[in-house]
């Protein structure tokens, strides 16, 4: 008799559980302005990205098209995947010295894991990670960016 | 008739044969390429034979040729779920080969980070469980909440899953100057969460029936197999990391080593389930008590490790991680390798899926939770 | 009453009629099946679409999420897109499948629901198949069904199709006395098995309610055993996604697949439609003892109506079980069936027999 009764409890709890379940997702289905769905391509007006978010590498400007970078390779040599070249030339300076500067910043951004390990190293804060993340594109080619501005100049007062 | 019955009984003479089934390395249960070669009779599993190697990266002979900082970015890669203590590990074993003494403060992150991590591991987990086990709002549900933790890591380190937030000497960035408030408003919330989830499948009848007393490890095959984490803990074997050989901030804090008895799949749910509390009551004890002080102590332009055998453990939220690196004096290291809890985990299955249908090997996979990466590395 | 003037039967005597009169009887016949035919295949595709996007739909509500809601405002031609690519698909036979069975499976999975269909009554005097053991046909040819599924696994040549197969097999072999016992429970206090006598005879009160304790536990065992013989819910192990992929139709794609797809939303549909008008009295309107007034309202409402608000209070409930449960293995299924549902079951006829005997209802 005891296990009849055990049987009938058994059944009876099965089911008290099993409404239990029910009662969440019964909770969850009649609030439905409690949903999680962003629609991404509609909300990108709306969609902030936070500031330390790793999108890509840039390198600021500031309005007369100067930025902070010397072109001492160090980001070059932190990174881990070989997403930095750094291309220097020889200039004269105005005292008539043989003087090295970046030429070209080159960023590839197929390459990069975006560590922030680049950022790290640089001495003179001249890169920085961009909030940019749509970065899917038809031609592979677009992915290798340079990172200085065509004809910029390095600030003045940047340790060499 | 009963006779020709009664000899089919006794005789072996009609009897099924075995096939071999494939489950992997493409199958929605295996939570990556993972291939088990499974012997089955009927529904009745009688051997499993796991075969890896398909998404093998070669991080460990890739770090040869990367400097310290750099092979932290690349742990994160390995066990995705755990990457903060993957970086940690690595950080950590740096830092005592050259017994470099962190700030405070940075232990402090760095634990709260661990156990945030732990909580966002288990909840991919839970949810990812719930839905091998046919629960597929679980899923969602638990995906959803981990967001949560998610946005956290992003607003402080700017990553949501590849975190490389610790660097040898501390932390990549200081705390944001939310991160308290965010992460004490996403306990009090994850609080009433749990408690959810535990009525949703925990205690649901068909849940129960589906894992308890299935996929027994006794504690002697815990050990012998080297099973650690959350899957051991459950077998009766004390193998926390954080207990035994403690590290950044967990000598300081109060928290209690959950243990199972049973070592069934039900056993492996619960204690994940209750390790979740007990991350946030370590979180809780941390958050508020956060010591003022830098975020990183300065390291030398290049890292050169003494030469010399180095050995560092965490617990990651599978288990015992571990990173030994060989050094012999140059700025890469010569040998390392990674002691992942998956690969001990994972080959524990042929042992306890025997004799269990096809269905208990998901149920038993899923209370796990392997990680592929973790296990190919 | 009131809701007698939505009753069809003036319309279809009025077609019938007006072919009879200008028409050989033969020609009439033909025309009269072919008219038919053509709307329970519009209605099954039309039908059927709707519910994948309402299962899409109601999936997302309890999930949080929003479902689809790119084609179309709020994705309400999603299923159309789907089922326009799925016509489109190539039709893969692997090489080494049974081609007369493989090709066959589909086919007769599809025809079950177009059988069922037929005595099901949508409103007053919209039935085409109106005998007198329509409940007996209901359980009798749904059975079919298993046959297509047990084929298709067999067919394929492939082991997770097999072992998928051979549990909806064992499943729907067991499920299917479930669901006759239940209905014998609701024949027995009907006296009839004629679908649409069984309906008019709860005009004065659903079953549900007039057989009380004992239709209550057989409304339960059946919608359980609805959900297991759908293939459904915490019961679709046949298809089990996380163990054997994708089950008996594992290898099969474009239209066949879809054959597969709708017949177990039509399935869903018959389950739904059969609970309705044996428990809660087709197309019959929801009356209150003597309130007159809130009856003269409710008989307002038409009876198809009606017939569709219940089905999909169902059906809905059905897609509940689906969305909150996780999966049964396949010897705790035969378990639930055989060591609960069925003494259950009998018990409870016998029940409802003594409670017929006695006149212990309203």
Redesign the interface.
């Given at each position: 008799m005891k296990s009849f009764f055990n049987y009938i409890a058994e059944?009876f709890?099965?089911i008290w559980?099993?409404l239990?379940?029910?009662?969440?997702?019964?909770k969850?289905?009649f609030t439905?302005w409690?949903?999680?769905?962003q629609?991404y391509p509609e909300n990108r007006d709306t969609l902030v990205m936070?500031d330390?978010?790793?999108g890509e590498v840039i390198m600021p400007h500031n309005e007369n098209n100067e930025h902070k970078c010397t072109g001492c390779g160090?980001c070059e040599n932190?990174c881990?995947n070989g997403s930095i070249e750094i291309i220097s030339k020889s200039i004269m300076t105005e005292e008539g010295k043989k003087k090295r500067i970046i030429d070209q910043h080159i960023y590839h951004l197929g390459m990069c894991?975006?560590?922030?390990?680049c950022v790290?190293a640089c001495p003179s804060d001249a890169i920085k990670?961009g909030q940019k993340f749509e970065h899917a594109h038809w031609d592979r080619s677009t992915f290798t960016k340079v990172l200085n501005q065509p004809g910029s100049k390095i600030m003045e007062g940047i340790k060499e | 008739m009963a006779e020709i019955i009664e000899k089919l009984i006794t005789t072996d003479e009609i009897k099924t044969d075995e096939y071999l089934v494939n489950i992997g390395p493409q199958h929605p249960s295996t939570h990556g390429v993972l291939r088990l070669l499974t012997k089955l009779e009927g529904e009745i599993v009688h051997n499993v034979e796991p075969h890896i190697g398909y998404i093998h990266s070669g991080i460990e002979k890739m770090t040869e040729a990367l400097s310290y900082p750099q092979i932290v970015h690349l742990t994160d890669r390995m066990d995705y779920l755990s990457a903060h203590m993957n970086n940690e590990a690595v950080c950590l074993c740096v830092e005592n080969a050259l017994q470099v003494e962190v700030p405070e403060r940075v232990k402090y992150i760095r634990t709260i980070f661990d156990e945030l991590q732990r909580l966002a591991s288990h909840q991919l987990w839970w949810c990812a469980s719930g839905m091998d086990l046919g629960a597929l709002t679980a899923f969602f549900y638990g995906l959803r909440d981990r967001e949560d933790i998610l946005d956290i890591f992003e607003e402080t380190c700017g990553a949501r899953l590849t975190l490389n937030y610790s660097v040898p000497g501390g932390v990549m960035f200081d705390i944001h100057p939310n991160f308290q408030k965010n992460v004490k408003a996403f306990i009090t919330k994850f609080r009433k969460k749990l408690p959810e989830y535990d009525k949703l499948l925990t205690d649901n009848i068909i849940f129960q029936n589906r894992t308890k007393g299935i996929g027994i490890l006794s504690k002697e095959d815990a050990i012998a197999y080297g099973v650690t984490g959350p899957t051991g803990r459950a077998s009766g074997f004390s193998c926390d990391v954080r207990k035994h050989h403690p590290y950044s901030a967990y000598p300081y804090i109060k928290f209690e080593e959950k243990m199972g008895t049973e070592g069934d799949s039900f056993t492996r749910w619960k204690l994940r389930m209750d390790e979740m509390w007990e991350s946030m009551n370590i979180i809780e004890q941390l958050i508020d008590n956060i010591p003022e002080g830098d975020f990183a102590v300065k390291m030398k332009g290049v890292i050169k490790l003494p030469e010399g055998e180095f050995y560092q453990r965490v617990e990651s939220a599978r288990g015992e991680f571990g990173v030994y690196i060989v050094s012999d004096g140059k700025k890469n290291p010569y040998r390392v390798k990674f002691r992942s809890p998956g690969f001990s985990n994972l080959f524990t299955i042929n042992h306890i899926a025997k004799g269990w249908k096809i269905a208990d090997l998901v149920a038993i996979m899923a209370t796990f939770d392997l990680v592929i990466p973790d296990i190919d590395r | 009453m009131a809701f007698e003037k939505y009753d069809f039967t003036p319309i279809t005597q009025s077609i019938h009629q007006g072919l009879i009169e200008n028409v050989s009887p033969l020609l009439t016949t033909i025309i009269e099946w072919t008219i038919i035919g053509v709307l329970y295949l519009l209605f099954i595709a039309v039908f059927g679409l709707f519910l994948v996007y309402a299962e899409r739909k109601v999936c997302a509500a309890f999930q949080q999420r929003l479902g689809p809601m790119r084609v179309g405002p709020w994705g309400i031609i999603q299923t159309i897109a789907d089922f326009i690519k799925l016509l489109m698909k190539e039709l893969i036979t692997p090489k080494s499948v049974d081609k007369f069975l493989y090709n066959l499976a589909p086919f007769i999975v599809i025809i079950v629901p177009f059988l069922t269909i037929s005595v099901i009554p949508f409103a007053p005097g919209l039935q085409s198949l109106d005998f007198d053991i329509g409940i007996f046909f209901v359980t009798a040819v749904s059975s079919v069904g298993v046959i297509g599924v047990l084929l298709a696994g067999w067919a394929s040549n492939n082991k997770y199709s097999l072992i998928g197969g051979m549990r909806s097999g064992a499943q729907i072999v067991s499920y299917e006395l479930s669901v006759g016992m239940s209905l014998i429970t609701m024949v027995i206090l009907a006296g009839t098995m004629q679908v649409s006598e069984i309906v008019e005879l709860q005009r004065g009160g659903w079953f549900l309610f007039k057989g009380h304790i004992p239709a209550l536990i057989a409304f339960t065992i059946f919608v359980i055993a609805g959900t297991a013989e759908t293939n459904r819910g915490p019961f679709d192990l046949a298809e089990a996604e996380s163990e054997l992929t994708a089950g008996f139709h594992t290898e099969y794609s474009g239209i066949k697949f879809a054959f597969f797809f709708l017949a177990e939303y039509i399935n869903l549909f018959i389950v739904s439609a059969m609970a309705t008008i044996v428990f809660l009295g087709g197309w019959m309107p929801f009356h209150f003892g003597d309130w007159a007034a809130f009856n003269n309202v409710m008989d307002f409402i038409p009876g198809l109506v009606w017939f569709f608000l219940k089905v999909f209070g169902i059906i809905f409930l059905i897609m509940w079980f689906k969305w909150t449960f996780p999966r049964l293995r396949i010897d705790q299924i035969l378990t639930l069936e055989w060591k609960y549902l069925l003494p259950i079951n009998l018990f409870n006829i016998l029940l409802m027999a003594t409670m017929v005997l006695l006149g212990w209802h309203w």
């Amino acid at each position: 008799m005891k296990s009849f009764f055990n049987y009938i409890a058994e059944i009876f709890s099965g089911i008290w559980t099993l409404l239990t379940g029910m009662k969440i997702t019964a909770k969850y289905f009649f609030t439905p302005w409690r949903n999680v769905t962003q629609q991404y391509p509609e909300n990108r007006d709306t969609l902030v990205m936070y500031d330390r978010f790793r999108g890509e590498v840039i390198m600021p400007h500031n309005e007369n098209n100067e930025h902070k970078c010397t072109g001492c390779g160090l980001c070059e040599n932190a990174c881990p995947n070989g997403s930095i070249e750094i291309i220097s030339k020889s200039i004269m300076t105005e005292e008539g010295k043989k003087k090295r500067i970046i030429d070209q910043h080159i960023y590839h951004l197929g390459m990069c894991t975006f560590c922030n390990l680049c950022v790290r190293a640089c001495p003179s804060d001249a890169i920085k990670m961009g909030q940019k993340f749509e970065h899917a594109h038809w031609d592979r080619s677009t992915f290798t960016k340079v990172l200085n501005q065509p004809g910029s100049k390095i600030m003045e007062g940047i340790k060499e | 008739m009963a006779e020709i019955i009664e000899k089919l009984i006794t005789t072996d003479e009609i009897k099924t044969d075995e096939y071999l089934v494939n489950i992997g390395p493409q199958h929605p249960s295996t939570h990556g390429v993972l291939r088990l070669l499974t012997k089955l009779e009927g529904e009745i599993v009688h051997n499993v034979e796991p075969h890896i190697g398909y998404i093998h990266s070669g991080i460990e002979k890739m770090t040869e040729a990367l400097s310290y900082p750099q092979i932290v970015h690349l742990t994160d890669r390995m066990d995705y779920l755990s990457a903060h203590m993957n970086n940690e590990a690595v950080c950590l074993c740096v830092e005592n080969a050259l017994q470099v003494e962190v700030p405070e403060r940075v232990k402090y992150i760095r634990t709260i980070f661990d156990e945030l991590q732990r909580l966002a591991s288990h909840q991919l987990w839970w949810c990812a469980s719930g839905m091998d086990l046919g629960a597929l709002t679980a899923f969602f549900y638990g995906l959803r909440d981990r967001e949560d933790i998610l946005d956290i890591f992003e607003e402080t380190c700017g990553a949501r899953l590849t975190l490389n937030y610790s660097v040898p000497g501390g932390v990549m960035f200081d705390i944001h100057p939310n991160f308290q408030k965010n992460v004490k408003a996403f306990i009090t919330k994850f609080r009433k969460k749990l408690p959810e989830y535990d009525k949703l499948l925990t205690d649901n009848i068909i849940f129960q029936n589906r894992t308890k007393g299935i996929g027994i490890l006794s504690k002697e095959d815990a050990i012998a197999y080297g099973v650690t984490g959350p899957t051991g803990r459950a077998s009766g074997f004390s193998c926390d990391v954080r207990k035994h050989h403690p590290y950044s901030a967990y000598p300081y804090i109060k928290f209690e080593e959950k243990m199972g008895t049973e070592g069934d799949s039900f056993t492996r749910w619960k204690l994940r389930m209750d390790e979740m509390w007990e991350s946030m009551n370590i979180i809780e004890q941390l958050i508020d008590n956060i010591p003022e002080g830098d975020f990183a102590v300065k390291m030398k332009g290049v890292i050169k490790l003494p030469e010399g055998e180095f050995y560092q453990r965490v617990e990651s939220a599978r288990g015992e991680f571990g990173v030994y690196i060989v050094s012999d004096g140059k700025k890469n290291p010569y040998r390392v390798k990674f002691r992942s809890p998956g690969f001990s985990n994972l080959f524990t299955i042929n042992h306890i899926a025997k004799g269990w249908k096809i269905a208990d090997l998901v149920a038993i996979m899923a209370t796990f939770d392997l990680v592929i990466p973790d296990i190919d590395r | 009453m009131a809701f007698e003037k939505y009753d069809f039967t003036p319309i279809t005597q009025s077609i019938h009629q007006g072919l009879i009169e200008n028409v050989s009887p033969l020609l009439t016949t033909i025309i009269e099946w072919t008219i038919i035919g053509v709307l329970y295949l519009l209605f099954i595709a039309v039908f059927g679409l709707f519910l994948v996007y309402a299962e899409r739909k109601v999936c997302a509500a309890f999930q949080q999420r929003l479902g689809p809601m790119r084609v179309g405002p709020w994705g309400i031609i999603q299923t159309i897109a789907d089922f326009i690519k799925l016509l489109m698909k190539e039709l893969i036979t692997p090489k080494s499948v049974d081609k007369f069975l493989y090709n066959l499976a589909p086919f007769i999975v599809i025809i079950v629901p177009f059988l069922t269909i037929s005595v099901i009554p949508f409103a007053p005097g919209l039935q085409s198949l109106d005998f007198d053991i329509g409940i007996f046909f209901v359980t009798a040819v749904s059975s079919v069904g298993v046959i297509g599924v047990l084929l298709a696994g067999w067919a394929s040549n492939n082991k997770y199709s097999l072992i998928g197969g051979m549990r909806s097999g064992a499943q729907i072999v067991s499920y299917e006395l479930s669901v006759g016992m239940s209905l014998i429970t609701m024949v027995i206090l009907a006296g009839t098995m004629q679908v649409s006598e069984i309906v008019e005879l709860q005009r004065g009160g659903w079953f549900l309610f007039k057989g009380h304790i004992p239709a209550l536990i057989a409304f339960t065992i059946f919608v359980i055993a609805g959900t297991a013989e759908t293939n459904r819910g915490p019961f679709d192990l046949a298809e089990a996604e996380s163990e054997l992929t994708a089950g008996f139709h594992t290898e099969y794609s474009g239209i066949k697949f879809a054959f597969f797809f709708l017949a177990e939303y039509i399935n869903l549909f018959i389950v739904s439609a059969m609970a309705t008008i044996v428990f809660l009295g087709g197309w019959m309107p929801f009356h209150f003892g003597d309130w007159a007034a809130f009856n003269n309202v409710m008989d307002f409402i038409p009876g198809l109506v009606w017939f569709f608000l219940k089905v999909f209070g169902i059906i809905f409930l059905i897609m509940w079980f689906k969305w909150t449960f996780p999966r049964l293995r396949i010897d705790q299924i035969l378990t639930l069936e055989w060591k609960y549902l069925l003494p259950i079951n009998l018990f409870n006829i016998l029940l409802m027999a003594t409670m017929v005997l006695l006149g212990w209802h309203w």
